[in-house]
């Protein structure tokens, strides 16, 4: 596993120890850029079933300003800060232990807007659908933002959630990755730079 593209390119970073979570591989990692990027202009970036931080910390590479990381699990957070240190992202990250509803609220209490949101929950206890009417109602997306769900291939997410609509859909084995806009939104780099 390493970073795939931009200042930190080629770095190695650690999987979290044990087999409770599974990383997203470079190749996805690098189509999902792909679809959205591949490269940002500075934003904020949440990545919130964070694991070893892989894919927040390749936003922070492909130039998003400050990525927040959101674990339960303590194993996940210390391959996090071990992978942030890595890269010397560790001033551009906050990292929190905690579950996705709880973390969502705290955050809307905090008035942030992301142009990245990273859902990539356990396969078998998915609540994709719940988390994305929470970050409608919450207003945690900037209006040019985007919301990558990566779930089992086997899961069929729909066209359209609150003000959401699915922009793009790849499929890789296994695993499948759901892009949602914005059902009004520009399709590029915009300008929510709140950090």
Known sequence: MRV????????PLKAVPGTSTRPTTDKVKESIF??????????????????????????????????????REYKALQTVKANLQACSFTEKAEVYKNDA???IKALMKREL???????????KKQRL?????????????SYDGFIVCEHGSDVVLPEKVSGFI??????????????????NGEGGQGDSNNV
Do not use: H, Q
């Open 113 to 123: 807007s992301f142009k990245l949101i990273l859902l990539d929950p356990p396969y």
């Open 4 to 11: 795939v593209s931009g200042s930190c390119k080629g770095r």
């Open 34 to 71: 792909n679809m959205i990027g591949p490269y940002f202009d500075g934003g904020l970036s949440l990545d919130l079933f964070a694991g070893s931080g892989g894919l927040g910390i390749e936003s922070l590479s492909r130039g998003i300003d400050k990525t927040i990381f959101i674990d």
């Open 129 to 141: 659908l719940d988390l994305l009417e929470s970050i409608y109602a919450g207003n945690l997306l």
């Open 166 to 183: 699915k922009w793009k859909k790849e499929i890789y084995g296994m695993i499948a990755v759901s892009i949602y806009r914005f059902e």
């Open 101 to 103: 509803e709880r973390a």
